[in-house]
């Protein structure tokens, strides 16, 4: 994430478990058609940077390479070691700024950011940094979840209320958590006039994925820096969260939960 932006999930465990379990292929599932051995690609906001990892075998041979670029350092020694650990090797790992990309004009074949659009306060002047550091020709591509479009079953109350309230405390923080919705016309404003819009959806229905899903939120509810924002911020009272965080495992309980992630996808010819 950017210097100046405010993350509202922050980096407690609860929330590096959910960056963990993505991939390229259940996450970056619209940029792979695209990728070539010997392409440069710019990873921002990586996070602990499996997708990165991912992508980095994608471009391996050729001189290809990734870098992986976040605001953290603690997240990026993550993302270092677990990229060793799998012998990917041609991936270095970088801080920096989302809104200031410190790489000349036209460096990279692909600018790829994954849940990042939405914790911006200007995610128009990002989307305008990527294409700048993008060569002519090449692609951002970019992917958001949209909180609003969220849905479940069965209707638990205390998830509506758990919607509701993240919204209002990533909204304070400075982001847009309806961002899916939006790429494609912050693409439209940073200049970009071939755009590619799709949406990809996680599905969490099996007894495994319930239970990992509802445990991870239920924990960030009350453990990360979520939960202190929404009660430094007069959101919700700790009572509040642990009301909010015991829903989430009463659906996670339920033999028949579904629930559905909705995230919006645009990819950005320069």
């Known amino acids: 994430m950017p210097n100046d932006a405010t993350y509202t999930h922050g980096h407690h465990d609860s929330v590096l478990r959910s960056h963990r379990w993505r991939t390229a292929e259940n996450s970056a599932g619209h940029l792979l058609p695209e990728l070539r051995p010997g392409q440069r690609l710019l990873d921002v906001g990586c996070g602990p940077g499996t997708i990165s990892a991912d992508l980095a075998e994608r471009v391996a041979g050729d001189g290809g390479e990734v870098v992986a670029l976040d605001a953290a350092p603690g997240v990026l020694e993550q993302a270092r070691a677990a990229a060793s650990a799998r012998g990917v090797t041609n991936i270095r790992f970088t801080t920096g700024d989302a809104l200031a990309l410190d790489f000349p004009d036209g460096a990279f074949d692909v600018t790829h950011a994954h849940q990042v659009l939405q914790h911006l306060a200007d995610p128009v002047a990002a989307l305008r940094e990527m294409r700048r550091v993008t060569r002519p020709g090449g692609v951002v591509a970019v992917r958001d979840a949209d909180y609003a479009a969220m849905t479940w079953y069965p209707e638990v109350p205390g998830l509506t209320e758990w919607a509701a309230l993240y919204r209002a405390v990533a909204r304070a923080n400075g982001g847009e958590p309806d961002a899916g919705r939006r790429l494609l016309s912050w693409a439209r404003q940073a200049g970009f006039t071939d755009v590619r819009s799709s949406a990809g959806v996680w599905t969490f229905a099996t007894e495994a994925e319930r239970a990992w ?13 979520y939960a202190d924002r929404a009660v430094s911020g007069g959101y919700a009272t700790r009572a509040d969260l642990e009301r909010v965080a015991a829903s989430w495992r009463e659906w996670g309980r339920a033999a028949d939960g579904w629930f559905a992630v909705l995230n919006g996808e645009a990819l950005c010819r320069v």
Not at 215 to 225: G, H, M, N, Y
């Open 213 to 225: 899903w509802s445990d991870l939120w239920a924990e960030r509810t009350t453990a990360s820096a």
